[in-house]
């Protein structure tokens, strides 16, 4: 199993700034990945963290407003960039293997923009 | 395009019942499904994952079916408990190579004492 931090764990931020998210994993996973979660509706999928190389993004989601980072098997981050108050949502980091297997998930970021 | 359809109304039952939630898909051709809890404020957790070439998977008080005729999973909580509140999400693996979950809405369900 693996165990995810992932911090803030919450966070009010005034519009057209930007936040970085950390995802901190205690074991070697081959997958990271970034989810948004609004209240109420699915995980939708917004890129999957490549060590070492340039996330692949989901449609919709584009590296310049949530750019992304893994420079390491472990950790990686996401900054959400200019923020508008349509970014308000939860934001979860997720862990996995490339073996059909459980995904495993951080607590979440509260994001809101005013 | 894929969906996955989870009943958005919550589920409520007394304690002591078997609670079962529903999962169905359309224009998918997953390799296998998961069941996952999440609660307020919290991240998914994982409960089971199920195969295409399984009928059924249980594991302790929790079962789950996958009939692939129907493009549907059933899951089942026996002897329910108030702890089991929670909202429970239903994600699918396309075959063909991808491991990325996608992710019902997920339904709520309550259990009364």
């Known amino acids: 199993s693996a165990v995810i931090s992932q911090k803030p764990s919450r966070d009010i931020c005034q519009r057209g700034t930007s936040l970085t998210i950390q995802c901190q994993v205690d074991?070697?996973?081959?997958?990271m990945f970034w989810y948004r979660q609004q209240p109420g509706q699915s995980l939708t999928l917004i890129a999957t963290?490549?060590?070492?190389?340039?996330?692949?993004?989901e449609s919709g989601f584009v590296i310049d407003k949530f750019p992304i980072s893994r420079p390491n098997l472990t950790f990686s981050t996401l900054t959400v960039s200019n923020m508008s108050p349509e970014d308000s949502s939860i934001y979860l980091c997720s862990a996995g293997t490339a073996i059909p297997s459980e995904a495993f998930f951080g607590q979440g970021t509260r994001l809101t923009v005013v | 395009s894929q969906k996955i359809e989870q009943n958005s109304e919550a589920l409520n039952i007394q304690e002591g019942k078997t609670a079962t939630l529903t999962c169905n898909y359309t224009?998918?051709?997953?390799?296998?499904l998961q069941w996952y809890r999440q609660d307020p404020g919290r991240g998914p957790v994982f409960l089971l994952l199920i195969r295409e070439n399984e009928k059924e998977k249980r594991k302790e008080r929790l079962k789950v079916t996958f009939d692939t005729t129907l493009k549907q999973s059933l899951f089942h909580i026996t002897a329910s408990q108030p702890a089991d509140s929670a909202t429970y999400l239903c994600a699918l693996e396309a075959s063909g190579g991808s491991y990325i979950p996608t992710f019902g809405r997920g339904t709520s369900l309550i259990v009364h004492p």
């Open positions: 224009n998918y051709s997953p390799a296998y």
């Open positions: 074991s070697q996973v081959t997958m």
């Open positions: 963290a490549n060590q070492g190389s340039e996330a692949t993004y």
